[in-house]
């Protein structure tokens, strides 16, 4: 094997290694006072706005802004 194979091979693996399967995707932050940062995103406001669907963190509204419910 060459030395740019082993490399590539190694990059693989570890990159492979950082994914977990059983991370939780969920928007529970704990026990936090105040604002927690979140990788989840809003999503778009229903035609006519919030409603009793839209999460209490809110959703886009057509101008880019949070609505919330």
Excluded: I, K, N
Aim: with cysteine; hydrophobic share 35%; net charge negative.
């Amino acid at each position: 094997m060459t030395r740019r194979a082993v490399v590539v091979l190694l990059a693989a693996v570890l990159a492979l290694g950082a994914c977990e399967s059983d991370q939780d995707p969920g928007l529970d932050p704990g026990l936090v006072d105040g604002p927690a940062p979140t990788s989840d995103t809003l999503g778009v406001c229903p035609p006519g706005g919030p409603d009793a669907t839209t999460p209490s963190a809110g959703c886009l509204g057509p101008d880019g802004s949070v609505q919330r419910p």
